[in-house]
């Protein structure tokens, strides 16, 4: 790597930047934790993580105007990470108990709970990583640590030439779930890369490898 | 399925460094905690929990920063338990860095702070650790201890379980104190009877002496087993013990 890749963790209040900061950082990254608008716009990659209830990091996001952010960043190409529930409120509603909530739309679906009998889908899996893949290069039989009881199980978008087709990751646990997307300049991992020992570092090396 | 079952080594801390000690007595310095995690965490550990067995709230605060110092280092998933009361206790600790927060006798005190928790964090943050012994004073047989097994409530194991279940624990810690220290191998009865009855995982704990000792209580249903001693003390090796599980059949990372 030429340069270290500047990179903007969204510090909007949800669990976890502090781990997803240090790992990327272990990754090579010079990072900052923010929600400041101009420095998270400014990154070479921003990546918002989120622990806990969707409907919780839904509100949280907007409370920093955090969906404005990511809405210009991918429109202008620039790439975002999400992490769990960052991942899962990029698809358009997120059911949870009985709670039905709005994402933020990026990609058609609903996130649902998995139809297994033990929850949450809590330790170390592995991954059917899709064509094309630049996050799991290296890293195919690798296992990754998930933790949670809700997912996307289906993908909805059809992406048209002259736009690459997307990368879908998929997992098993109950059924299948997808474990990351690769759409653009819009990537996210079900399961914690900044959990996941070695393989994750190295996922995040990857994603890195992969900004401008 | 593919998950890997989990093997945890559990360190106890106070004030902020690695303790050893027998019964929560005469605790000495067992090395840096950041050391003895990176060790672990190499070694393949699947989690690292961290019990804390500080007494003040000084102290406390210390071990916060000895999380946080783990945390930036060691990128595998960290449970903290000891002294957690509030859903504050929980955002700080999380703050610095806990995955998931290990909850016991406070919340036997007062078992909506499983919901508060639950409700506020998520199911998947929340670890109900249960201290388990054999007594004929509960339906089931077992009922659930609080003080390291010496104070027995009126609590029937399975019965909190099951409660603490509903009320948003996202993980079973289960401690046989029966087991505990005896080297004897785990409480299988118990591990078995808590499996039955879960919807989430269920760790199984205290009583691992051999690397032999593993396996039966994974093959008893536990997702995930936990020891101390056996691995602080060099007995047996995390490696070791995966290698015993997967000559078991099971999966390990």
Redesign the interface.
């Known amino acids: 790597m030429s340069r270290s890749r500047r990179v903007v963790v969204l510090d909007y209040g949800s669990?976890?930047v502090?781990?997803a900061a240090?790992?990327l950082e272990?990754a090579g990254a010079e990072v900052t934790v923010t929600a400041d608008r101009a420095a998270a716009l400014e990154a070479d990659g921003l990546v918002v993580p989120g622990?806990?209830?969707f409907r919780?990091v839904v509100d949280q996001l907007h409370a920093v105007r955090g969906e404005e952010i990511i809405d210009r960043r991918l429109a202008g190409g620039r790439p975002v990470l999400g992490i769990c529930v960052g991942m899962q409120v990029m698809f358009e509603r997120g059911v949870e108990r009985g709670v039905d909530t709005e994402g933020l739309g990026e990609w058609p679906g609903t996130v649902t709970e998995l139809p297994a009998?033990?929850?949450?889908?809590?330790?170390?899996?592995?991954v059917e990583p899709g064509a094309g893949s630049a996050l799991f290069a290296g890293i195919e039989d690798e296992?990754f640590?998930f933790?949670?009881?809700f997912a996307a199980q289906q993908w909805l978008l059809d992406v048209m030439p002259p736009f690459p087709a997307p990368a879908l990751t998929w997992a098993?646990?109950?059924g299948r779930f997808l474990a990351a997307v690769e759409n653009g300049p819009l990537s996210a991992t079900q399961f914690?890369p900044?959990?996941?020992?070695?393989a994750?570092?190295r996922l995040l090396a990857n994603w890195l490898g992969t900004l401008e | 399925?593919?998950?890997?079952?989990?093997v945890i080594p559990c360190l106890d801390v106070a004030a902020g460094r690695v303790v050893k000690g027998v019964n929560f007595q005469n605790l000495r310095d067992a090395g840096d905690p950041v050391e003895l995690a990176a060790r672990y965490?190499e070694q393949g550990a699947?989690e690292l929990t961290f019990l804390d067995v500080t007494a003040t709230v000084d102290d406390r605060s210390t071990t916060y920063d000895m999380v946080?110092r783990v945390?930036?280092?060691v990128?595998?998933?960290l449970t903290v338990g000891g002294g957690i009361r509030s859903t504050d206790d929980v955002a700080r600790l999380?703050?610095?860095?806990a995955?998931?927060i290990g909850v016991n006798s406070a919340a036997i005190a007062r078992p909506p702070l499983i919901a508060e928790i639950a409700?506020?964090?998520?199911?998947?943050?929340l670890v109900l650790s249960l201290d388990v012994k054999r007594s004929g004073r509960t339906p089931s047989g077992f009922v659930v201890t609080t003080h390291g097994g010496r104070t027995e409530t009126d609590l029937d194991a399975l019965e909190w379980a099951r409660r603490a279940i509903e009320l948003g624990a996202?993980?079973l810690l289960v401690n046989s104190i029966d087991a505990d220290g005896t080297k004897a191998g785990f409480d299988l009865e118990l591990t078995a009877l808590m499996h039955e009855l879960?919807?989430?995982?269920v760790i199984a704990s205290g009583g691992a002496g051999t690397v032999a000792d593993f396996a039966p209580a994974i093959a008893a249903g536990a997702?995930?087993v936990l020891a101390a001693s056996v691995f602080h003390n060099g007995e047996v090796t995390i490696g070791e013990v995966k290698a015993a599980l997967a000559a078991d059949g099971r999966i390990v990372?």
């Not at chain 1, 009998?117 to 592995?126: A, C, F, I, R």
């Not at chain 1, 900044?194 to 070695?198: L, M």
């Open positions: 669990g976890n502090h781990s240090k790992a272990r622990v806990g209830a919780a009998p033990v929850l949450p889908h809590m330790g170390w899996n592995t296992r640590y933790v949670h009881s098993e646990h109950g914690h900044e959990k996941s020992a070695d994750g570092i | 399925m593919s998950l890997a079952v989990r965490a699947d946080q945390a930036e280092q990128f595998i998933p999380q703050g610095h860095g995955d998931k409700d506020r964090f998520g199911a998947q943050v996202g993980e879960s919807s989430v995982p997702d995930a990372r």
